[in-house]
């Protein structure tokens, strides 16, 4: 959180460097006098009005942090983050599945669980939210 409002005042301090007149929004001279290229202004200029404000400038900038991460460590994380999400919303039907299985194999008994959404409330109820994991 800390680094977020970090490199937004440096984005605004930076903003208001380039925009020579201070009058709030960084015309095509004021950015082609900054260094800036004409494609990378009109990406900025989202509402096409031909300044940049304030806000389209930090908005446009403030991701781009993202862009310095190398993308084989963007995959990677990403791929971490699909498992964990995935392997955590499945773990409960898994539980319940070998519940049920182990069960069956039981010769002789009745069986305390009946079905996918019997044997969930069952569990939830005698033994809490967190035996589903």
């Not at 290229?37 to 930090?58: L, Q, W």
């Not at 008994?109 to 969930?120: A, E, R």
Request: hydrophobic share 35%; aromatic share 6%; proline share 3%.
């Amino acid at each position: 959180q800390m680094c977020i409002r970090d490199r937004e005042r440096d984005l605004i301090r930076e903003f208001e460097r380039i925009d020579a007149n201070q009058d709030g929004a960084i015309s095509p001279g004021e950015w082609g006098r900054a260094g800036g290229s004409d494609p990378e202004f009109e990406r900025m200029d989202t509402n096409k009005d031909g300044v940049v404000s304030k806000d389209e400038y930090v908005r446009a900038h403030k991701l781009q942090w993202i862009e310095a991460v190398p993308l084989w460590a963007r995959l990677t994380l990403s791929g971490a983050m699909a498992g964990t999400i995935t392997k955590t919303s499945t773990a409960p039907l898994d539980r319940v599945k070998v519940l049920l299985q182990v069960q069956s194999m039981s010769a002789g008994t009745s069986g305390k669980y009946s079905g996918i959404l019997g044997t969930t409330r069952t569990m939830v109820t005698e033994e809490g939210v967190l035996s589903l994991w």
